[in-house]
Nanobody
Framework: QLQLVESGGGSVQPGGPLRLSCTGS?????????????VGWFRQAPGKEREGVGC????????WHADSVKGRFTISRDNAKNTVYLQMNSLEPEDTGTYYC?????????????????????WGKGTLVTVSS
């Protein structure tokens, strides 16, 4: 129902910043736009399970961040541009992984959406973030 494309990944030194972007567009003529969906950023490191990093409601009025990134990462959205961002500051080597953008239709809460990635409906293909000196 929704096509998501991530951008902004790359290599960065520890302590540096990076901003990821996710743009969404309707699949075929579904009529569903990104502004109707809650959106989240998830990441997966080699050999580890996919985990939620930050999720935001369709309106942007509520957001949730994982404890491991709280105070360093911020999820935000610009519905006029159909884009959701993940601003990542003070990056650590443990933040290395593939970052995925995902969207869900009206989850109970954004915390639930981020906590149960298996229940999320629409996924992008991911963008790689490498934090290394």
């Amino acid at each position: 129902q929704l096509q998501l494309v991530e951008s902004g990944g790359g290599s960065v030194q520890p302590g540096g910043p990076l901003r990821l972007s996710c743009t969404g567009s309707p699949s075929s003529n579904s009529g569903f736009t990104m502004t109707m969906y809650a959106v989240g950023w998830f990441r997966q490191a080699p050999g580890k399970e996919r985990e939620g990093v930050g999720c935001i409601t369709a309106s942007g009025g509520d957001r949730w961040h994982a404890d491991s990134v709280k105070g360093r990462f911020t999820i935000s959205r610009d519905n006029a541009k159909n884009t959701v961002y993940l601003q990542m500051n003070s990056l650590e080597p443990e933040d290395t992984g593939t970052y995925y953008c995902a969207a869900n239709w009206a989850p109970a809460t954004v915390q639930e959406m981020c906590s149960y990635p298996g229940n999320v409906e629409n996924w992008g293909k991911g963008t790689l973030v490498t934090v290394s000196s």
